[in-house]
């Protein structure tokens, strides 16, 4: 039998083969929830081993710390610059530092590998723009001391304008643990994960700032060390855009109810609603509390 033959007979039974109905898929963005679930599914040990993402679809983004944004109190060192030390030798005061990558109007993640010393004052993960102050000459919670700054304390307590609320557990001390914190600047929010498991949308409404936005770090014990490990970006396309101005006049859940709208599109609205509960500001005692630890 010629070439041209078997082409011809292999056409033939392929004629013959039961057609499979093509379905599209579309992978959904699962929505932050308060008890730490995200909605999303399981992982398995090996997942959870080679590392969990948010962005695992998008692409690397390879991204670095500032060697010009940063404390006199801050030293860089491997890969790329990957790694910050903060007082390297003892500590008197709170030193900060700027990422290289802006942030506004896409989406981010980035993961941050803390050593065991996990300790002290405020050890802090969030962001803020240029004007976010990097050094200071007391222990304080930086990030978020004013409205420059959107940041996470090792306390478990989010801070902007100076503003403390109850967000999550403190972390344990002297053990090292992983953050991760993803920016959605199409939605506005900010997202924190610990270990792998999502803590809930933190900070809402940074859409609305119109400078540019970098991750920042900042610590007041002494030789605190974490590695940037993993930092991902995800293309932003139209549809996203559209959604995003569409839920914030809706809101919540019971608005988008009454739109009466094809369960396609409710369903496709309804991924970035987060019905969370308010978070409860820290009282005096207890920030007295949590001011109480010694410097080391």
């Known amino acids: 039998m010629s070439d041209v033959e078997v082409e011809q007979h292999q056409m033939q039974q392929q ?37 969990f993402c948010p962005l695992a679809n998008g692409v690397d983004d390879n991204w670095t710390w500032s060697k010009r944004f940063r404390s006199k ?3 860089l060192s491997g890969a790329n610059f990957r790694t910050v030390h903060f007082h390297p030798n003892w500590s008197k ?26 300790f002290g ?3 802090m993960f969030g962001i803020g723009t240029r004007s976010c102050r990097l050094h200071a000459n007391a222990f304080r919670n930086m990030i978020g001391e004013n409205e420059h700054g ?64 970098y991750p920042i770090v900042c610590s007041t ?13 995800e293309f932003v396309n139209l549809q996203d855009r559209c959604r995003a101005v569409i ?15 094809p369960l396609p599109i409710r369903d496709y609205l309804s991924e970035v609603i987060d019905d969370m509960e308010p978070l409860r500001q820290v009282n005096e005692k207890e920030m007295c509390i949590m001011n109480y630890d010694l410097e080391a």
Request: with cysteine; hydrophobic share 30%; charged share 25%.
């Open 121 to 123: 004052t405020s050890i």
């Open 150 to 213: 959107w940041g996470l304390s090792h306390k478990g307590v989010l801070w902007h304008k100076g503003v403390a609320l109850l967000y999550t557990k403190r972390f344990r001390e002297n053990h090292p643990t992983q953050i991760g914190i993803y920016y959605d600047g199409i939605e506005g929010t900010v997202t924190y994960y610990k270990d792998g498991k999502c803590l809930g949308v933190a900070f809402r409404g940074l859409h609305k700032v119109t400078e540019p936005l």
């Open 247 to 261: 839920m914030r006049r809706v809101r919540n859940a019971g608005n988008l109810e009454k739109l009466k709208l």
């Open 93 to 118: 005061g709170t030193a900060g530092i700027q990422g290289k990558r802006p942030l506004n109007n896409g989406r981010y993640y980035w993961e941050l590998h803390v050593s065991q010393r996990v």
């Open 73 to 75: 109190e801050v030293v």
């Open 221 to 233: 014990a002494a030789k605190t060390e974490l590695t940037l490990k993993c930092a991902r970006r």
């Open 15 to 51: 004629q013959h083969l039961p057609q499979q109905p093509l379905t599209p898929t579309r992978r959904r963005r699962q929505p932050a929830r308060r008890d730490g679930s995200c909605n999303a599914t399981p992982e398995s040990s090996t997942e959870r081993a080679a590392g």
